[in-house]
């Protein structure tokens, strides 16, 4: 595995991302008793080298109870939360993008990429995740655990050798 500065290659996602579980490292603010009938906690971990700034967030259905934060260092994580609307009884659709800036000298190739990370928690029918519209040079993994009506994600972004 190489790890340089917060910064993890390809090769070694599996085994950091299996470590920082086995650890108990992964850690979600405590929750108030969840009224809404879906939500989605997610933890947006940054693996890269760069500032993950300038959050462009997106809701198709529900609402942000926790916004994006406004960046993510490198080596760092940032929590956001989304609940469905108690007057639409739906699930919950949104999306926050990213743009990479301040990379270190190895990342800097980086500069000014988007990371895009995803969820649809639906009123029925399986949940889905995604980082469609990440640039190319960025991988990314994620996890997710709790029920499939509140469901925690752990979305890991590192970049590819």
């Given at each position: 595995?190489?790890?340089?500065?917060?910064?993890?290659?390809?090769?070694?996602?599996?085994?950091v991302?299996?470590?920082?579980?086995?650890?108990?490292?992964?850690?979600?603010p405590?929750?108030?008793?969840?009224?809404?009938?879906?939500?989605?906690?997610?933890?947006m971990?940054?693996?890269?080298?760069?500032?993950?700034?300038?959050?462009?967030?997106?809701?198709?259905?529900?609402?942000w109870?926790?916004?994006?934060?406004?960046?993510?260092?490198?080596?760092?994580?940032?929590?956001?939360?989304?609940?469905?609307?108690?007057?639409?009884?739906?699930?919950?659709?949104?999306?926050?993008?990213?743009?990479?800036?301040?990379c270190?000298?190895?990342?800097?190739?980086?500069?000014?990429?988007?990371l895009?990370?995803?969820?649809?928690?639906?009123?029925?029918?399986?949940?889905?995740?995604?980082?469609?519209?990440?640039?190319?040079?960025?991988?990314?993994?994620?996890?997710?655990?709790?029920?499939?009506?509140?469901?925690?994600?752990?979305?890991?972004?590192?970049v590819?050798?």
């Open positions: 595995m190489k790890l340089v500065q917060g910064r993890t290659s390809f090769h070694g996602a599996a085994v991302v299996a470590a920082t579980i086995a650890m108990g490292l992964v850690a979600y405590a929750q108030a008793e969840v009224s809404a009938e879906r939500s989605a906690d997610v933890n971990y940054n693996r890269t080298g760069c500032t993950f700034a300038d959050p462009k967030e997106k809701i198709d259905e529900g609402q109870t926790e916004s994006a934060p406004a960046e993510i260092q490198s080596g760092d994580s940032g929590y956001m939360r989304t609940e469905s609307d108690d007057d639409n009884g739906g699930g919950v659709k949104a999306s926050v993008t990213y743009t990479a800036e301040d270190d000298a190895e990342s800097s190739a980086l500069e000014g990429k988007s895009r990370f995803s969820w649809h928690v639906r009123a029925s029918g399986n949940n889905a995740y995604t980082s469609s519209g990440t640039a190319s040079e960025f991988y990314t993994h994620h996890r997710h655990h709790g029920s499939r009506e509140h469901p925690q994600v752990d979305a890991y972004f590192m590819r050798d």
